[in-house]
């Protein structure tokens, strides 16, 4: 088992910046891809970004590209996604899970994952 506890997330006007992390226990953190995620009210949850166990591979959804970044320390169990460049359609809440394939994780599926931290960007 490996348990997930997103922070990080709250209220922010539109240009600014957040930074998430997921705090995750339970297994070895190195031996996962990791992902973040969102949903929107009324919308399914969407792939945001994934990273590879290493954190040498990550791969981000269009719609993010070139704003966010994700990244890892493996040494304190942590997945982190840097947002800049926030934008109203960025609100949601944000997840993150833990699978042994990215492309599984690209496909919103995924072995483990948290709770949720709510991002919301005013306009």
């Known amino acids: 088992q490996v348990q997930l506890v997103e922070s990080g997330g709250g209220l922010v006007q539109a240009g600014g910046s957040l930074r998430l992390s997921c705090a995750a226990s339970?297994?070895?953190?190195?031996?996962?891809?990791m992902g973040w995620f969102r949903q929107a009210p009324g919308k399914e949850r969407e792939f945001v970004a994934t990273i590879n166990w290493s954190g040498l591979s990550t791969y981000y959804a269009d719609s993010v590209k070139g704003r966010f970044t994700i990244s890892r320390d493996n040494a304190k169990n942590t997945l982190y996604l840097q947002m800049n460049s926030l934008k109203p359609e960025d609100t949601a809440v944000y997840y993150c899970?833990?699978?042994?394939?990215?492309?599984?994780?690209?496909?919103?599926?995924?072995?483990?994952w948290g709770q949720g931290t709510q991002v919301t960007v005013s306009s």
């Open positions: 339970g297994r070895t953190f190195n031996n996962y891809a």
């Open positions: 899970a833990a699978d042994h394939n990215s492309i599984r994780l690209r496909s919103v599926v995924g072995d483990y």
